[in-house]
């Protein structure tokens, strides 16, 4: 079959037209209606934007090109030379299927995951420098938006956009090397933030290009046994099991529609023809709120400091009076709530399973286990509480501990891994945002002279 290039271009022209069409006769069309309430309450289910690859519904959760986690699971290619029964999809697959629709073949995942580890051998010398001259204790999602913005020095969109030599119809050619560049760069971006706040900036592990991406991402953390620096004395089997975990995170939190905080940044950003670098570092920006991605860090800080307050991590009534008085202090509960989801993420179901098929791994883990009947315990308090509209665990309840059973016990690195893989969906939006020629984003604003006259007030 062809590869990811000679894939889109067999695909641009009908999806062209077919966007075209919708343009030309179906503008006028409703999409729904936007209240007041919706201007001062952060556009809540206002559908005003134009996503490609991945859809969320507030009752099953995500699906990529239309398919569930589960579907994904089945049909998406998996590394090759992984043999063990409980291995997850590649990343590199999941990648193929948003920027195409299609499940791609043994061999074009294969291709796609050889072209990363190419892509992504070296980074720029210049990021290099920079990255190695960044203050140790500087928050490692902080690093990981500088060390990207400062990609775009080798931005092809940025170099020839500012020669004046590209015409409007190439803009996506050269936004999908950068992009491409950009996603391989990450397993090796990261694991010089890894090593900068635990190694003073010493290379933890070893760039493999025979390798697929969570392979390396997992390496450069130090986390595989080839390595020399396997620093967490993992046995063969337990490496294997956290590349994996790996996979499986890096493969399901690609996406999760448009309207997210780092997602819709990196459009944003992009539809001023910021090149992929500026665009997804502002992205990344955005993933560092503990609203949003951050939380990932939040939980597992919460998860510790309540195990270390409650006699035992299976006394229910310690529990629950640990998250009123979290609650009454007007905190909130981090891992529990979403904007859009109205029942428990398949994302953390699908990371609880992880653990749920390595019962001799986890069982003796005190904080796995308080993360399990927390998921049961939170929802009931949530709801007596009667604020949040969704009380059940979101994606990041169950992640960052599972990263923390294995040895990676820095909790503000956690978000980083978020953000090596939310860059493919929001990549592949700006892609077809080229293909398209979207246009700039600039919805209007409404001032307080507006709201009180929409609303009959003096
Ligand atoms: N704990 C306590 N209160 C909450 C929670 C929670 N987990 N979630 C929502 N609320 C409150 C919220 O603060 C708001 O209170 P107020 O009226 O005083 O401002 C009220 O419930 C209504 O909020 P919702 O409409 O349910 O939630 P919204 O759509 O505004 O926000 C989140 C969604 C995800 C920002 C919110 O649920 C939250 O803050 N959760 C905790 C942080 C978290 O886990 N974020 C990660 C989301 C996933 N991700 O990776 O991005
Ligand atoms: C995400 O994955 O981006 C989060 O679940 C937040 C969201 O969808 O709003």
Known sequence: GPDLRSALKELIPARKQELLEIKKNHSDVKVGDITVGSVIGGMRGNSSMFWQSTSLDPEEGIR???????????????????????????????????????????????????????????????????????????????????????????????????QGALSKTDYWEYTLDDALNLIAALPALSGKIYSNIVNDGKPLGEFREDRDWSYNISSLLGMTTKDSCNRQNLSEEQANDFVNLMRLYTGIHVDHEGGNVSAHT??????????????????????????????????VRFLIEMNSEISSETSTDEIEKYLWKLLDSKRVVPGYGHAVLRKPDPRFTAMLEFAEARPQEFEKDKNVKLMQILSKIAPEVLKKHGKTKNPYPNVDSASGILFYHYGIQEMLFFTVIFGCSRSMGPMTQLVWDRIFGLPIERPKSLDMNALKSLCHMS
């Not at 994904?72 to 999941?94: G, I, R, T, V």
């Not at 061999?107 to 420098?129: C, D, H, M, V």
């Not at 992205?283 to 990932?296: C, E, R, V």
């Open 64 to 162: 990529f090109q239309g398919k569930t986690i589960q579907e994904c699971q089945a049909l998406l290619p998996s590394d090759p030379e992984e043999h063990d029964a409980k291995k997850s999809f590649l990343p590199e697959s999941m990648l193929w299927l948003l920027m195409t629709g299609d499940i791609p073949s043994e061999t074009q995942a294969a291709n796609l995951t050889r072209e990363l580890a190419s892509r992504g051998r070296t980074i720029p010398k210049n990021t290099n420098k920079l990255m190695e001259n960044l203050p140790r204790d500087m928050h490692p999602m902080t690093q990981l938006a500088i060390g990207l913005a400062s990609m775009n020095q080798s931005s092809q969109f940025a170099k020839r956009y500012e």
């Open 266 to 299: 990196t459009h944003l950003v992009g539809s001023a023809l910021g090149d992929p670098f500026l665009s997804y570092s502002s992205g990344i920006m955005g993933l560092a709120g503990p609203l949003h991605g951050l939380a990932a860090q939040e939980v």
